[in-house]
């Protein structure tokens, strides 16, 4: 029978949204002054069918990278993730894992920012934040895995109690 230890979900910050948000607003004040109040905007102003397509457009951008997750579930078997609205979760199985830790990393320099990323080491499933579980492979032509976490002391708290035997 399979254990949950840890689960945890995060969402990239809302500060990532701020700007297709921004242009959402934008071009539909856009087209609602140009529909509602027949006032052109601009010099040369779009036609209102484009103005239209291009706040449906960034609406459904901006809608569409709020959805967006990373799912961490720690178990007695396996370490499960998935990154992304509409992606299946992935697992490591213990007899896959050479070792487990908790290490802080800086997503920027290490992998030119978050989500889904690599490097020439790992590969990176992160939202934010700087402290991640690193998975490393009996394989070792497998890249290592840096799943990111918000909840650093609990992820650390399980992995001493159940995975002492996979830590450095």
Do not use: C
């Not at 856009?30 to 457009?57: A, E, H, S, T």
């Not at 499933?125 to 650093?152: C, M, N, R, V």
Request: net charge positive; hydrophobic share 45%.
């Amino acid at each position: 029978m399979e254990t949950i230890y840890f689960e945890e979900t995060q969402y990239f910050p809302w500060g990532f949204l701020l700007i297709p948000a921004l242009v959402a607003i934008l071009f539909g004040v856009f087209f609602f002054v140009q529909v509602i109040f027949k006032i052109k905007v601009g010099n040369r102003p779009l036609p209102n069918w484009l103005l239209f397509l291009i706040f449906l457009v960034t609406v459904g951008f901006t809608v569409f990278m709020g959805s967006q997750k990373l799912t961490l579930k720690i178990t007695n078997k396996a370490v499960y993730f998935s990154l992304g609205a509409f992606a299946s979760m992935q697992s490591i199985k213990t007899a896959e894992m050479a070792s487990i830790n908790l290490r802080k990393y800086n997503g920027m320099d290490e992998f030119s920012g978050w989500g889904n990323k690599s490097n020439a080491m790992e590969n990176s499933y992160t939202t934010s934040g700087d402290y991640g579980i690193e998975i490393k492979f009996k394989k070792s032509a497998q890249k290592s895995i840096l799943i990111g976490t918000h909840k650093p002391k609990q992820v650390h708290e399980i992995l001493s109690k159940y995975f002492q035997a996979f830590m450095n």
